[in-house]
């Protein structure tokens, strides 16, 4: 799909691509409020830069917009997402007098405190005072006349925060659209994004987009709106191959090689992986449980799509731990399921990162559960006992499993499934 011209983002100056049908199916929505809009997709996929693009259009067309982030603190500030966006409403708000009810918010948003009534008594009981709040929120939305408000990162969402934004969206001031964007595999298990009870109202419009990975089109389209001419198509082939369709990949490493003089594809393939998504990988493992640390680190150095039995046996727990600890890596969206029964890193880069996580003797040891594993198979899976044994250090074990590799391959012995690992 042809590059689409828009803002761009982050001062990061790229262009917006591959995501036409899914701004239009958000545009389309909001321009019919009252409006609901959930935005949906992995780390790095691109959910903001097309909240982003949707808004932009609609401040050219009169929509005031405000913003406001989750955050992953451990106690976060009830309600802070709303408040924070809200803050941002004083030159919008009308001259006649807001309705009593906004004067619930004024010890909330001091700033904007003589623009709002006075504050009403204090409630008696945590409930009835939530329900103020609410109230407060939507009189003021309703002042505002036509509004969006984005709540981003809505997994870091607290309970407080959660709730208001249920209430508020099954009773929506009608020139008002609310646009959430989320990680479903960061939601607690099992949970919504705006609660289990919330249904879309009577008379409101909304959508539920799903983002997926750009494909090599698009990447090549991103690519030679950065590059220019030096975006040759070997070139965005890596490219397209390291960053698997995200975004956040394709863009650093664009970065990366926008600010070099020599652009050489034998470079990116060996260039470390982008820092927004070490670090993204990096947040996840820190938050594994014991025997979900255990068997992503056997699926690193296996690096292979591999079963819980094999997984089990390199990292060295029993059939139960095993179990729980893949459940746990697949929650945390570490792993995925490749095939029936086969396992595997959602992105090869992603597996790079969780191998370096691994302490240098560790990793040793696991390679070599791993070779004392794949010898009790047959016929031997040379090529991957190979690697393991180069990875323990042992340069002529390394040689002499090359060697054999080759013999077996000459004889017609190499089987499709004796994957190199990468």
Avoid at 213 to 236: K, M
């Amino acid at each position: 799909m042809a590059a689409q011209r828009g803002s761009q983002g982050l001062g990061r100056g790229f262009a917006f691509v591959g995501r036409r049908l899914e701004l239009d199916l958000v545009l389309a929505a909001i321009r019919q409020p009252p409006a609901v809009v959930m935005v949906e997709g992995d780390a790095g996929m691109g959910k903001s830069r097309l909240v982003r693009e949707a808004t932009t259009i609609l401040k050219s067309e009169g929509w005031r917009v405000m913003t406001g982030f989750c955050h992953p603190l451990r106690e976060p500030l009830p309600y802070g997402p709303v408040i924070d966006a809200l803050g941002k409403i004083g030159p919008w708000l009308p001259d006649a007098a807001l309705p009593p009810t906004t004067g619930a918010l004024a010890p909330l948003l001091p700033d904007l405190a003589d623009r709002l009534p006075p504050a009403p008594a204090k409630p008696q009981g945590p409930g009835a005072a939530r329900h103020q709040v609410v109230q407060a929120v939507r009189s003021v939305l309703d002042a505002v006349g036509r509004a969006v408000l984005v709540v981003e990162d809505l997994h870091w969402v607290d309970d407080a925060t959660r709730e208001l934004l249920l209430l508020l969206a099954r009773d929506l001031p009608d020139q008002f659209a609310l646009v959430v964007t989320y990680r479903a595999e960061d939601l607690p298990p099992g949970a919504a994004a705006l609660g289990a009870a919330y249904r879309p109202p009577p008379g409101a419009s909304g959508t539920a987009v799903r983002l997926s990975p750009l494909t090599r089109t698009d990447v090549a389209d991103l690519a030679g709106a950065a590059l220019g001419a030096p975006a040759t198509p070997e070139l965005c082939a890596v490219l397209h191959r390291r960053s698997e369709g995200l975004p956040l990949v394709a863009e650093e490493d664009l970065i990366t090689l926008r600010d070099q003089v020599c652009r050489d594809v034998a470079e990116l393939e060996r260039a470390e992986v982008p820092t927004g998504l070490r670090e993204a990988v990096t947040e996840r493992l820190t938050a594994l449980s014991p025997a979900g640390a255990a068997i992503v680190n056997a699926a690193a150095v296996l690096a292979v799509p591999s079963t819980e039995t094999l997984l089990a046996e390199v990292a060295a727990l029993n059939a139960d731990e095993a179990a729980d600890g893949l459940i746990d890596a697949l929650r945390a969206a570490v792993l995925r399921e490749t095939s029936n029964g086969y396992y595997a890193f959602r992105h090869v880069l992603a597996q790079q990162v969780a191998y370096r996580h691994i302490p240098g003797p560790r990793r040793t040891r696991l390679h070599q559960r791993a070779i004392d594993h794949l010898q009790t198979q047959d016929p031997l899976p040379l090529v991957q006992i190979a690697h393991h044994t180069l990875a323990t250090g042992d340069h002529q074990g390394w040689l002499h499993r090359i060697e054999q590799a080759a013999d077996q391959a000459v004889d017609g012995g190499q089987r499709g499934g004796d994957a190199v690992p990468g």
